[in-house]
């Protein structure tokens, strides 16, 4: 069993920054898989960015040039960059973990670019 606790969110003015944490603990010695995905109002969650244990990365092309993700091994934590932020990027941020061939997810924390 893992535990996935996210901080970091809130609100921020268009163009400006946010640095999401997402703390995994549990029994696991290593994660495959972390990821950070996020569901706006009356949308569907989506991909946002995902990173595997050896640093392979893949990005939404919305968010391509503008957020990094980036992960501890160590401290099992992966960690979303997000610079230039947009209005559109408004939702709540939710991580997920993939773990010995299950899925774990994050409570979720809110984001919100507003003026």
């Known amino acids: 069993q893992e535990q996935l606790v996210e901080s970091g969110g809130g609100l921020v003015q268009p163009g400006g920054s946010l640095r999401l944490s997402c703390a995994a603990s549990?029994?696991?010695?290593?994660?495959?898989?972390m990821g950070w995905y996020r569901q706006a109002p009356g949308k569907q969650r989506e991909l946002v960015a995902q990173?595997?244990?050896?640093?392979?990365?893949k990005y939404a092309d919305s968010v391509k040039g503008r957020f990094t993700i980036s992960r501890d091994n160590a401290k099992k934590t992966v960690y979303l960059q997000m610079n230039g932020l947009k209005p559109e990027d408004t939702a709540v941020y939710y991580c997920?973990?993939?773990?010995?061939?299950?899925?774990?997810w994050g409570q979720g924390t809110q984001v919100t670019v507003s003026s």
């Open positions: 997920r973990a993939f773990v010995d061939g299950r899925v774990y």
């Open positions: 549990g029994s696991a010695d290593r994660i495959n898989l």
């Open positions: 990173i595997t244990s050896a640093g392979t990365t």
